[in-house]
């Protein structure tokens, strides 16, 4: 089970900061990551952190957003600065004991229910 924190709407330039609690398994077991989601569109890998602390990131992202995870308290955060109107979406947080290097939505064992990120202009 995870369920995700901090989203909401902040202005161009700023920064959120995403939580994911997970419960009901083995935590260090599972690879975590982010992904996100607007209309229309299919959902995009954001950021992934592996079972051995390895991280990834979409191009887009890269240099502005901080993927960490804590196995003692079993979260994962997503520290997001320098945020675009472009950022704007619903952000998931994902866990799968796959692939350290698997950044597909198709492997993806759990989904949290969304946190709405918005960025204004």
């Known amino acids: 089970h995870l369920v995700e924190s901090g989203g909401g709407l902040v202005q161009s330039g700023g920064s959120l900061k995403l939580s994911c609690v997970a419960t009901g398994g083995t935590f260090s077991a599972f690879a975590m990551g982010w992904f996100r989601q607007t209309p229309g569109k299919e959902r995009e890998f954001v950021a992934r952190v592996s079972q051995f602390g390895q991280v990834y990131y979409a191009d887009s992202v890269k240099g502005r957003f901080t993927i960490t995870r804590d196995n003692v308290n079993e979260t994962v955060h997503l520290q997001m600065v320098g945020l675009k109107p472009e950022d704007t979406a619903v952000y998931y947080c994902?866990?799968?004991?796959?692939?350290?290097?698997?950044?597909?939505?198709?492997?993806?064992?759990?989904w949290g229910q969304g946190t709405q990120v918005t960025v204004s202009s």
């Open positions: 994902a866990a799968d004991s796959g692939l350290p290097d698997d950044l597909s939505a198709r492997s993806i064992d759990y």
